[in-house]
């Protein structure tokens, strides 16, 4: 008799590789490992045969990274998303897009069950689960970390060792390392007491201010309708221009961020996050709005900008509400076209200069020199009526105190 199948979402990995084996000896299933690259450096040749060495039945390797750019990063950009004003939701976004990719294997491969490596006290297996249910209610979810003996990563690399499970760190390097086209997180380790100041020989895609070139270096983006389209006058597909700002930005020790946060199951959490080129594009395009959008729209869209964000941040990513802020989004991108000249030094990003065909901001009504199309004398009206409840205000109570002052 056939076997049922579980789809393990599988990077490789410590937890990864121990659950793999913990499946087979733990459950009487047959294990489908499905690797999806949302831009991760790994040798996926390596990670496919790791898989099916270490007992999975099949082993998919997904290359989704251009779904994850246009249908995942660029909606959450062209919101402005950034969660508790710091984050860029490198591993939030990318876990919608995972699961749902999880989903299509389990249907094409018939499979009962969707295992994940996400502990019981992240966010992930927030964000997983909830796009299963989203997608497909009926799938069971096996979550090793909320159930097994296994209490630490320690306890895995044990377990490892035992099980002749090959693992890519040691108890030295215990770092838990998140990596995607547009960010890669770090935490864990002596990052877990926020008194320590990191290490900075732990960055993979930047360098720190202090080794960056001495010379600032500069570089244009160009948008159409809230999306990069190029880099210094050039065109370039989404995964070549992402490539191309993580390598500039990098170099140059940008969009390195070390934060506390609040994460959704109630705790704070300590991570450094590396995010080069998406730090640039969220600063790029943030410009480009101040020049082509009025004030209220600005002012609504921060309102939303923050909702977006703690929609992605839960894992909320398929549901109505993150539906209709799409749309409103959208209508406000209609006019974001144009170019940005951004410096970078030193860890810092900079707009310098911005033009659109869409700009609001005119010369001529702003200068200071001589115009004819504004006439100053209008402002006097202006301010009058403008400051009438504060004038009214100050009157009642002048005439209030007058009449204390006579009943004393």
């Given at each position: 008799?056939?076997?049922?199948?579980?789809?393990?979402?599988?990077?490789?990995?410590?937890?990864?590789?121990?659950?793999?084996?913990?499946?087979?000896?733990?459950?009487?299933?047959?294990?489908?490992?499905?690797?999806?690259?949302?831009?991760?450096?790994?040798?996926?040749?390596?990670?496919?045969?790791?898989?099916?060495?270490?007992?999975?039945?099949k082993a998919?390797?997904?290359?989704?990274?251009?779904?994850?750019?246009?249908?995942?990063?660029?909606?959450?950009?062209?919101?402005?998303?950034?969660?508790?004003?710091?984050?860029?939701?490198?591993?939030?976004?990318?876990?919608?897009?995972?699961?749902?990719?999880?989903?299509?294997?389990?249907?094409?491969?018939?499979?009962?069950?969707?295992?994940?490596?996400?502990?019981?006290?992240?966010?992930?297996?927030?964000?997983?689960?909830?796009?299963?249910?989203?997608?497909?209610?009926?799938?069971?979810?096996?979550?090793?970390?909320?159930?097994?003996?296994?209490?630490?990563?320690?306890?895995?690399?044990?377990?490892?060792?035992?099980?002749?499970?090959?693992?890519?760190?040691?108890?030295?390097?215990?770092?838990?390392?998140?990596?995607?086209?547009?960010?890669?997180?770090?935490?864990?380790?002596?990052?877990?007491?926020?008194?320590?100041?990191?290490?900075?020989?732990?960055?993979?895609?930047?360098?720190?201010?202090?080794?960056?070139?001495?010379?600032?270096?500069?570089?244009?983006?160009?948008?159409?309708?809230?999306?990069?389209?190029?880099?210094?006058?050039?065109?370039?597909?989404?995964?070549?221009?992402?490539?191309?700002?993580?390598?500039?930005?990098?170099?140059?020790?940008?969009?390195?961020?070390?934060?506390v946060e609040?994460?959704?199951?109630?705790?704070?959490?300590?991570?450094?996050?590396?995010?080069?080129?998406?730090?640039?594009?969220?600063?790029?395009?943030?410009?480009?709005?101040?020049?082509?959008?009025?004030?209220?729209?600005?002012?609504?869209?921060?309102?939303?900008?923050?909702k977006y964000?703690?929609?992605?941040?839960?894992?909320?990513?398929?549901?109505?509400?993150?539906?209709?802020?799409?749309?409103?989004?959208?209508?406000?991108?209609?006019?974001?076209?144009?170019?940005?000249?951004?410096?970078?030094?030193?860890?810092?990003?900079?707009?310098?200069?911005?033009?659109?065909?869409?700009?609001?901001?005119?010369?001529?009504?702003?200068?200071?020199?001589?115009?004819?199309?504004?006439?100053?004398?209008?402002?006097?009206?202006?301010?009058?009526?403008?400051?009438?409840?504060?004038?009214?205000?100050?009157?009642?109570?002048?005439?209030?105190?007058?009449?204390?002052?006579?009943?004393?």
């Amino acid at each position: 008799m056939e076997k049922q199948k579980v789809v393990l979402a599988y990077s490789g990995g410590l937890d990864t590789s121990v659950i793999l084996t913990w499946l087979k000896n733990t459950y009487d299933y047959d294990v489908v490992a499905v690797c999806v690259n949302v831009g991760q450096q790994d040798n996926f040749i390596a990670v496919e045969k790791k898989a099916l060495a270490t007992g999975a039945c099949k082993a998919y390797i997904l290359d989704v990274r251009e779904e994850f750019i246009t249908d995942f990063i660029y909606p959450t950009l062209k919101a402005g998303a950034v969660y508790e004003d710091d984050y860029l939701l490198g591993t939030s976004f990318a876990r919608p897009l995972i699961a749902k990719k999880l989903v299509e294997i389990a249907e094409k491969e018939g499979a009962v069950a969707i295992a994940h490596g996400a502990t019981g006290k992240g966010n992930d297996q927030v964000r997983f689960e909830v796009t299963i249910k989203a997608l497909n209610p009926f799938i069971k979810v096996i979550a090793p970390w909320r159930i097994w003996d296994l209490k630490s990563r320690e306890d895995c690399i044990d377990y490892a060792t035992a099980n002749n499970i090959p693992i890519p760190v040691t108890k030295k390097d215990i770092y838990s390392r998140d990596q995607n086209i547009w960010h890669l997180s770090h935490e864990g380790g002596n990052l877990e007491n926020p008194w320590n100041e990191h290490d900075q020989n732990i960055y993979m895609m930047s360098v720190s201010p202090e080794k960056a070139p001495d010379k600032p270096e500069y570089v244009e983006i160009d948008f159409d309708k809230g999306i990069p389209t190029a880099v210094n006058s050039k065109k370039y597909s989404p995964i070549e221009l992402l490539t191309l700002l993580n390598t500039i930005a990098g170099a140059h020790g940008v969009g390195v961020l070390d934060l506390v946060e609040n994460r959704l199951v109630g705790m704070k959490s300590r991570g450094v996050y590396e995010t080069p080129g998406g730090t640039v594009l969220f600063q790029a395009h943030k410009s480009l709005e101040k020049l082509v959008l009025d004030r209220s729209t600005m002012s609504f869209k921060k309102t939303i900008s923050e909702k977006y964000a703690q929609l992605v941040y839960d894992g909320l990513w398929f549901t109505p509400l993150k539906e209709a802020l799409d749309q409103f989004v959208d209508s406000t991108q209609q006019y974001v076209t144009g170019k940005v000249k951004l410096k970078l030094y030193k860890g810092t990003c900079t707009s310098v200069a911005t033009a659109s065909p869409n700009s609001l901001y005119s010369e001529e009504f702003v200068t200071f020199g001589a115009d004819d199309v504004y006439n100053q004398k209008d402002a006097e009206g202006f301010i009058q009526l403008f400051s009438l409840p504060v004038t009214i205000r100050s009157l009642m109570n002048h005439k209030k105190n007058i009449k204390e002052r006579e009943i004393l």
